[in-house]
């Protein structure tokens, strides 16, 4: 069986992954093996094996002249690498990488551990879009003297910044070591 | 702390006294964390890289488990100690060939280390030996949350923790654990464990990554997605996996020792010999035939002390701890060769030969735990 990668030396290292029923093979040569980075398993990217093996669909027909506006990373080099150049690509490539992003997970989105912050914050959200609600049931209550309150509430919470940006800047709230 | 005595200690998690010790070798588990809106390490400029690494330095320096650490620029370190970290599993490959604007730091018991600058901004890993996973994310996942207040990671509600390979987005996880399975390889039922294993989602690969044909029997299983499953429901789906593969391990040596007992005191005793008597010998072969000493002490044909002796070999015999060791940093590979054979030789001299009088008369109930 020839390489996937060169189709040119005989592989000797066998992929498969199946996630919900799909199946995705691989078979390489150990050269495009240790290129591709088929080593440890702390490092190992499956996108990186897949990366110029077969068509990247869903490259090919998004826009191809897109980038990022904090990195100036492009949609030429996503292409090459299989690689983004900062978080913001994330939302910048997002039409390109949905469809890869699917075929290397198990799901779509996260369901794991959140940073603290990110925790706050969605609980503000969450908390400001109950309050809107009843503020929009107590106006069409006719009830003004609660729609009074809750529009209140919904200021003194909505004007307070964030809990992240709350706190003193990092640099100066983080304990230098002495040494 | 200096290197050279972070290398005098052989890890925490290389002495094989952990649970499950006579299959798992050690479990590891390791996060990727970027900075929000920071150009990636493989994008970054040198100038920005080394802009990062000053932001996170501090940070990580300042873990208390960290008080005592090591903490150094890829670029002060020498080709060879760069090969001793990748051959104790410390830092990966990668990470190795960085240069400038690229750290790492780990703590004198080597359990907890964080590459800065490889592929992510932090790779933030924990080790420990034997079977025990889920103490192993309790210790990665504090330290985890003790860096997430002085930094800012990149972090979206959709797609959870965001990393330079869109493989690793989500959890950022990759949880492993390093597999003694000489069982499954001579019963010759390890292909047919590594493709289901594969078919549910998790790799194995071998010790240094190569394919089925692993040294030393040695095989790491790990998840493969980051995206869809939270860490403990990762971590308990791979530990369910690694359960199964251990007793089925277990069945093999069983069946071994009931059905072909000459055979396995053939193989344990020509690597007795062999170990014992060659001058020359290939990391490969050590590997292989260690391999076959370590089966021995699991089935107690050896005393139970010389389990760390093997243990200690098997690191001690890789290029770069030998030339570490004997401190000629222009050994060929012909003279590591030599040297590995001298120092198998000398530690074994301290063994007495396999008691094969243990063999024909297994235990009736489980392999010794
Ligand atoms: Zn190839
Ligand atoms: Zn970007």
Known sequence: MKCDAC????????????????????????????????ADPASFQWGDVLSGIGSSHDLERTQKNLKCEVCGFTQTELKKTARLGCSNCYKVFSDALSGMIKSMHKGTSHIGKCPCHFRAEREKKELLSNLEEELKTAVESENYEQAAKIRDSIRILSSKENPKENQPTPASSFPLPLS | ????????????????????????????????????????????????????????????????????????????LSPLERQVLVERHLISREHAAKGAG???????????????????????????????????????????AELEEPLDFAFDETLGYLTACPSNVGTGMRASAMLHLPGLVISEQITKIINSVNKIGLVVRGLHGEGTEAMGNLFQISNQTTLGESETQIITRLNKVILQVIEHEQNARMSLVESRPTMLSDQIGRAFGILGHACSMTSKEALNLLSAIKLGADLELFPEKCRHAVDELLIETQPAHLQKGASAPNMDAEERDTLRASLIRSKLSAIPAPDHSRLPKPPTTQIPD
């Open chain 1, 7 to 38: 189709s040119n030396a005989e592989a000797s290292v066998f992929l498969t992954k199946v996630i919900d029923g799909k199946m995705q093979k691989v078979n390489l040569c150990p050269a495009c093996a240790k290129a591709k980075g088929v």
């Open chain 2, 1 to 76: 702390m200096k290197l050279s005595r972070i290398i005098a200690n052989t890890g925490e998690w290389l002495t094989g006294d952990g649970p499950q010790r006579h299959i798992v070798v050690s479990s590891r588990v390791r996060l990727a964390r970027n900075l929000r809106n920071q150009p990636f390490p493989g994008w970054a400029k040198k100038g920005e890289r080394i802009e990062v690494m000053k932001k996170i330095l501090p940070a990580v320096e300042g873990l208390p488990e960290m008080a005592e650490s090591f903490s150094e620029g890829m670029e002060s």
């Open chain 2, 102 to 144: 690229s750290a790492v730091v780990m703590n004198p018991e080597q359990t907890l280390s964080v590459m800065i600058n490889e592929e992510d901004h932090l790779r933030i890993q924990a080790i420990l030996n034997g079977l025990q996973l889920e103490k192993v994310y309790e210790i990665i996942s504090n330290a985890d």
